[in-house]
């Protein structure tokens, strides 16, 4: 588990290759079509998409003379449990420091109207 998710978190370090994932999630698409909107050349675009693959995020299919890349969300749902221990870690933080301001805005209120 922990390699798929050094992976997956290596892959999604560039934003190029979050970029990709967010055209892939409308659908499949051809090298070219994810090459579109980057201002850098068809090998590295081809390093890029290499990445996305060997962390399974990406996978492609024969289609005649293409070979479309289409999103695979297997490992990304992966990542998203793996984050969702932390978000339920400062959720419950943040409820605490809430209750905390609540209690000193109380006292403050409390010492402010004694004064009065």
């Known amino acids: 588990m922990t390699a798929q998710l050094d992976l997956t978190f290596a892959a999604l370090a560039d934003p190029t290759r979050r970029a990709?994932?967010?055209?892939?999630?409308?659908?499949?698409?051809?090298?070219?079509?994810?090459?579109?909107?980057?201002?850098?050349?068809?090998?590295?675009?081809?390093?890029?998409?290499?990445?996305?693959?060997?962390?399974?995020?990406?996978?492609?299919?024969?289609?005649?003379?293409?070979?479309?890349?289409?999103?695979?969300?297997?490992?990304?749902?992966e990542a998203v449990g793996w984050l969702e221990q932390y978000r339920q870690f400062w959720g419950e933080s943040y409820a605490r420091l809430d209750t905390l301001l609540a209690e000193l805005q109380s006292n403050a209120a409390a010492a402010g109207a004694a004064k009065n």
């Open 20 to 77: 990709m994932l967010v055209r892939l999630a409308a659908g499949p698409a051809s090298v070219n079509e994810l090459a579109a909107p980057f201002a850098m050349s068809q090998p590295a675009i081809s390093r890029h998409i290499k990445v996305l693959e060997t962390a399974g995020l990406v996978s492609r299919s024969r289609e005649a003379q293409k070979r479309p890349v289409q999103i695979n969300a297997g490992p990304m749902a």
